[in-house]
């Protein structure tokens, strides 16, 4: 077998055999956040890193909040000395940028599995518990689905515009499912899918959604968590740019109009042993009913992950298939947990709350603590929807209670690792404070 350095070196030489013209590439991490960092390489330079040369980035550059700077979080940032941690390569994940107007490529990189990873990374967070359930015999599958607007590339005082029908020139502003809508917009939609498909992303469906310019892609069914995790983020980053190059925005704001759907990431999880055999199917389903238990029981302490700022918890409730507690059923889409109608081979649950600008290293993080911790307790869940309706659980809807309940549930500081939740519950308290930081239209009008 090939070593590390060997594989990943003969990765960067096949892609600069075919593709000469790049001189640059991109190596990018995701923040706290759900932003991409990181620094512009020569790929010259790559080759070095690939065959064992070090590769350096600020630790605090994990840390940065949702308009990229850096807040005080214990010693972090300003009593640090800022220093810096290694990264290393992902292998695999070296593709050409095509919607950048000059050759480029990009690569992703992780502080996983480096000689001393970094507790708050969101990739090293996924990845710990992906190794605590591998250690246990347990094997998720996973796919992730994502929704998104597209508006008008320029915007009006600030504010989104309805996207240009192609062929009418009008505004695409009638909330629809009609797949002509797929059509119409069939340009930008097919350089998305098939920018993905460069990018190594498996895609497959893709839906026209209820709001207008709104849109759904689906992907494969991946068994590796990391990988399905890295493609939930690339998606994001290659069709933000294929937008643009067609002069459109995509945004996977959570909630881009008050009067429409928001836009959520549904992640679908099935679980499986050392022999292929589904877990949660199992002695006539009662580690499904387990499993379910565990997601609610710790859903209310996630929601600082599942929904990460403000707008994202606008999203929750009063529109279609947005939950406003924490509730379960089968084939119900107004439920956090769906369990989708299938075979036993292929029973999974769907989780449904998370907003699509949530971070999916860490959604899918959360997911799996919570589908862990109802195996280890193995309580029954509450009544599911489709037997009563008024079934469910509170949790939080603002981010400062969110925190608090995030901060001091020790079953999630367990699962996800203490140092990363008090570092992740403050970057979001104080982003949510920098947030208030400013007096609106709104209030001038009421109060002056």
Not at 24 to 51: N, Q, S, T
């Amino acid at each position: 077998m090939k070593s590390p350095s060997a594989t990943l070196l003969a990765e960067v030489r096949t892609f600069r055999q075919n593709h000469p013209d790049v001189r640059y590439v991109d190596l990018i991490a995701l923040d706290i956040a759900g932003h991409f960092y990181g620094k512009r390489y020569p790929v010259d330079m790559l080759e070095k890193v690939a065959a064992g040369s070090p590769l350096k980035l600020p630790q605090n550059a994990v840390l940065l909040g949702a308009q990229g700077g850096l807040f005080k979080i214990g010693d972090y940032c300003f009593n640090d000395g800022d220093p810096d941690a290694n990264r290393r390569l992902v292998p695999g994940t070296l593709k050409p940028v095509s919607w950048e107007s000059q050759p480029l490529g990009q690569m992703l990189i992780t502080s996983d599995g480096t000689e001393a990873p970094i507790e708050f990374e969101p990739r090293e967070v996924l990845a710990n518990v992906l190794e605590r359930l591998r250690l246990k015999g347990i094997h998720p599958v996973v796919a992730f689905e994502l929704e998104f607007y597209l508006f008008d590339k320029k915007l009006n005082n600030g504010l989104p515009q309805f996207p240009r029908d192609p062929l009418s020139d009008d505004a695409d502003d009638q909330p629809t499912l009609h797949i002509d809508r797929l059509s119409r917009f069939g340009d930008v939609l097919d350089d998305m899918a098939q920018t993905a498909t460069a990018q190594g992303i498996d895609i497959t469906v893709i839906t026209a959604e209820i709001g207008p310019g709104q849109f759904e892609i689906n992907f494969g069914h991946c068994d590796d968590g990391l990988r399905a995790a890295d493609w939930a983020a690339l998606f994001c980053r290659s069709t933000r740019g294929v937008a643009l190059k067609h002069g459109y925005r995509a945004s996977f704001m959570a909630k881009s109009y008050l009067q429409f759907p928001g836009s959520g990431m549904h992640v679908h999880v099935s679980l499986y042993d050392g022999a292929g055999n589904n877990l949660l199917a199992a002695h006539q389903q009662q580690p499904l009913r387990h499993a379910v238990a565990g997601c609610l029981a710790l859903l209310p302490h996630c929601m600082p992950i599942f929904a990460p700022n403000h707008n994202a918890l606008r999203r929750l409730g009063g529109t279609v298939n947005a939950a406003t507690r924490a509730s379960w059923g089968f084939e119900d889409r107004d439920a956090c947990v769906r369990i989708p109608e299938s075979d036993p081979r292929n029973l999974r649950i769907e989780h449904r709350l998370a907003s699509a600008d949530a971070n999916p290293y860490l959604v899918l993080a959360a997911i799996l603590a919570g589908l862990e911790h109802g195996l280890e307790a193995r309580q029954d869940p509450i009544a599911p929807l489709n037997e009563d309706r008024s079934s469910g659980t509170d949790f939080p809807v603002e981010m400062l209670d969110a925190v608090r309940a995030m901060q001091h549930q020790q079953v999630v500081r367990d699962k996800l690792g203490a140092e990363f939740v008090d570092v992740y519950c403050e970057n979001k308290r104080q982003d949510h404070l920098a947030f208030q930081q400013e007096i609106h239209a709104r209030e001038y009008r009421w109060f002056l």
